[in-house]
Nanobody
Framework: QVQLVESGGGLVQPGGSLRLSCAAS????????MGWYRQAPGKQRELVAT???????NYADSVKGRFTISRDNAKNTVSLQMNSLKPEDTAVYYC??????????WGQGTQVTVSS
């Protein structure tokens, strides 16, 4: 069973930065889109950012200009650089890899807390 493992979450003050990383337990072929989603308490999981194999990116309006997603296709890794963090960015962040077949791999989540 392939597992996605996130790292890099934590507590940061407003205006600060964090970098999330995600790696698969083994190489998965035919991955189309990789991305990050988040879920705040009492809210539904929402898309943060995605990136295709070709490098096309998509961001939620709330993070545009502050977050940057990147990936390494050969290593099946995806990262999220988060700058100018706000309290409303507080959530559990989940890594996602979408296979060509439509199957979705998910990580276990990493907590990001933005608070003074």
């Amino acid at each position: 069973q392939v597992q996605l493992v996130e790292s890099g979450g934590g507590l940061v003050q407003p205006g600060g930065s964090l970098r999330l990383s995600c790696a698969a337990s083994r190489i998965i072929t035919n991955i189309q889109t990789m991305g990050w989603y988040r879920q705040a308490p009492g809210k539904q999981r929402e898309l943060v950012a995605t990136i295709t194999t070709g490098g096309n990116t998509n961001y939620a309006d709330s993070v545009k200009g502050r977050f940057t997603i990147s990936r390494d296709n050969a290593k099946n890794t995806v990262s999220l650089q988060m700058n100018s963090l706000k309290p409303e960015d507080t959530a559990v962040y989940y890594c996602n890899s979408r296979h060509l077949s439509g199957y979705n791999y998910w990580g276990q989540g990493t907590q990001v807390t933005v608070s003074s």
